[in-house]
Nanobody
């Protein structure tokens, strides 16, 4: 069974930076993609970014483009989400999620939570104003 270990959340002032890490293990498929989602109190879970193991394709939510960067480490054992110029509205629990698929991630569907087979436990990010 795939397990996802997240880390890196915390408290930061507006304008600051954080780097989240997601370490998946127990892969079931040769191809997969890893997504980062966030959920603020009283709101639905929303897609933040995604990266494909197949070809490195990445997508971002419009609200984070230019400020957040998703990447693999060289060995593809960890997925990072570098978050810069953080805003108070970024305060949420951040989750990484695993989707085992053939081929790359699809732009039209990567934000759909039903596309993902496994989820991490979440890490809290709090941005103070």
């Amino acid at each position: 069974e795939v397990q996802l270990a997240e880390s890196g959340g915390g408290l930061v002032q507006a304008g600051g930076s954080l780097r989240l890490s997601c370490r998946p293990s127990g892969f079931s498929f040769d191809d997969y993609y890893i997504g980062w989602f966030r959920q603020a109190p009283g709101k639905e879970r929303e897609g933040v970014s995604v990266i494909s193991d197949f070809d490195g394709t990445t997508y971002y939510a419009d609200s984070v483009k230019g400020r957040f960067t998703i990447s693999f480490d060289n060995a593809k054992t960890t997925v990072y989400l570098q978050m810069n110029s953080l805003k108070p509205e970024a305060t949420a629990v951040y989750y990484c999620a695993y989707a085992g698929v053939a081929g790359t991630v699809v732009e039209d569907t990567w934000t759909d939570v039903d596309e993902y087979d496994y989820w991490g436990q979440g890490t809290q990010v709090t941005v103070s104003s």
